[in-house]
């Protein structure tokens, strides 16, 4: 865990009408969605660039040097965090170019490290819209046989995918009172199953079949 405080302030500082937008984005706080100005995902690139770049020193209005460039400070606002190894908004290290430039020796903070996650998925969005895809494709989906939870029912095309992954699906056992009709469906539902497996494996490993007529002995 992290100690929530800033050197010489003993909590972030909250929303203040006196800071611009820029401002009120590179200061401390907490952990919230950066809100663009801009509405071309280029332009909102610029925008991120310009939060997360690391504060630099000044001297009579000349910058030199990075302010917060120390171990467990944010570069940007100087907040104090200890990131643990497993914390899944653990930032990489810093540049200081943001997206390129050479390593700094500082961090981000939660607040900023969630902008630069923002940062990243908006890099893809920008990537994917160069090579004509859809961003969504870029997101993991979960296969509809998980999602559902437990199955009752299989539809024919969930008996087609898992046979075709090599599961050989059995239908369930008929009570005694079933009738004929019942048994017939059953067994033609059988057949189909079996008949799309042999099917798979015959174009999959292009196996032809051989239709030979067994040789019968002659009588003299």
């Known amino acids: ?19 611009t937008p820029l401002q009120q984005a ?3 706080g907490v952990v ?10 280029k332009k909102q690139q610029k925008e991120l660039i310009k939060v997360l770049q690391a504060e630099p020193k000044k001297f009579i209005g000349i910058k030199y040097g990075k302010k917060f460039n120390l171990k467990d400070r944010c570069v940007v606002c100087g907040f104090h965090h200890v990131w643990e190894q497993g914390d899944y908004m653990r930032p990489p290290i810093p540049l200081d170019g943001v997206i390129k430039g050479r390593p700094l020796r500082g961090t981000y903070c939660p607040k900023h490290a969630s902008h630069y996650m923002q940062l990243e ?48 699906i059995t239908p369930p056992t008929l009570a005694d009172n079933k009738t004929a009709t019942d048994e017939v469906i059953r067994l033609i539902t059988e057949i189909n199953i079996m008949t ?13 079949a051989t239709n030979e007529e067994p040789i019968e002995n002659k009588e003299d």
Do not use: C
Request: proline share 6%; net charge positive.
């Open 26 to 28: 590179r200061a401390s």
């Open 1 to 19: 865990m992290y100690n929530n405080q800033l050197i010489g302030q003993n909590a972030p500082q909250q929303f203040s009408p006196i800071l």
């Open 196 to 208: 799309d497996r042999m099917n798979h494996l015959m174009l999959k490993h292009n196996i032809k």
């Open 121 to 168: 998925m908006l890099q893809q969005q920008i990537l994917a819209d160069k090579h004509g895809l859809d961003f969504k494709a870029f997101k993991p989906k979960m296969p509809k046989i998980l999602k559902s939870g437990p199955i009752n029912t299989l539809t024919r095309e969930d008996v087609l995918s898992l046979t075709n992954a090599g599961w050989f």
């Open 32 to 41: 919230q969605e950066y809100k663009f100005v801009s509405f071309k995902p």
